[in-house]
């Protein structure tokens, strides 16, 4: 499941390559064809990403002149990638798989394999939508007081609450272990045993991480300067984490205790990460 970063990646990515023109769309798999149809021939403005949901907004104003909007909506769930191409006029690359979105530009075409959702959007829609979406801590206008108010009045486990897409978005699994073991927090710990300035200092620290997710791609949640920036560039696997999927914690060497939640598995360091209490049982 591709986490937060990956997502502002691709949107960064696309709006290079295609963000302003004018797109051929089409689903050589078919099963987006009526979708497709509607936003054939219309300009992309923007490409935005929100959580694990992308939206392409396609300006339709062309035949009535009333400025309207329209959004492909896309989430990758398990399964979902994009592919950029190069296609030079006339030189189209064949869709390989099953691609159910090609978005055609001058010189680029990108293709959308295996998503949970595809679907086309009007403004209300994506609005409705973005109700249920927690806030992004990758977007700028990220509404920090409402993640605050889910996660400080929840008595659910601070490990499960990341990981809840309506509480807030974009981390994942990797991030979730991470961020909690370099504040040194118990995932099992109540969400309302922590205070303001705990998880303040948690969000910060997993907006540091993704940052440096969307710049690099690879997650890696071990700062540059434990390795030097050129050894830092070339970690691989769980070289890259203090303790996500690894046998010993890269902190103090101890063994690193794996247990389940929210139907995941997480990973954390007993010695080194504090239980909080039962919190206040709001
Ligand atoms: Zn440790």
Not at 76 to 83: A, I, K, S
Not at 103 to 119: F, I, S, Y
Not at 127 to 144: A, F, H, K, Q, V
Not at 214 to 223: A, F, L
Request: hydrophobic share 35%; with cysteine; proline share 5%.
């Amino acid at each position: 499941m591709p986490e937060g970063h990956t997502i502002h990646r691709y949107a960064r990515q696309m709006n290079l390559s295609l963000g302003g023109q004018k797109l051929a769309v089409t689903s050589p798999q078919g099963r987006f064809e009526g979708g497709a149809s509607l936003v054939d021939g219309h300009r992309l403005d923007t490409v935005e990403p929100l959580g694990k949901h992308l939206f392409f907004w396609f300006n339709m104003t062309a035949r009535s002149k009333a400025a309207s909007r329209k959004a492909v909506h896309v989430h990758l769930g398990m399964y979902g990638r994009f592919t950029t191409q190069k296609s030079a006029e006339g030189d189209v690359p064949d869709p390989r798989g099953q691609v159910r979105m090609r978005l055609l530009g001058h010189d680029r075409v990108v293709d959308l394999n295996g998503p949970t959702a595809c679907d086309v959007m009007d403004v209300e829609a994506v609005d409705t939508l973005r109700e249920r979406i927690g806030p992004d801590l990758l977007t700028p206008d990220c509404d920090r007081a409402r993640i605050h108010r889910r996660i400080l009045g929840s008595r659910a486990a601070i490990g499960t609450l990341l990981m809840d897409q309506s509480v807030v978005s974009g981390i994942g699994n990797i991030y979730r272990a991470e961020c909690l073991y370099r504040i040194r927090i118990d995932p099992r710990t109540p969400g309302n045993a922590l205070d303001d300035e705990t998880l303040e200092k948690l969000l910060d620290d997993a907006t540091a991480l993704m940052k440096i997710g969307v710049q690099y791609g690879p997650i890696r949640t071990v700062e540059p300067d434990v390795f030097g920036k050129k050894r830092w560039n070339q970690l691989k696997g769980d070289e890259r984490f203090w303790l996500y999927k690894r046998k010993t914690c890269r902190g103090c060497g101890g063994e690193v205790e794996v247990i389940e939640q929210a139907g995941r598995t997480v990973y954390l360091c007993p010695r080194e990460q504090a239980f909080l209490g039962i919190g206040s049982g709001c």
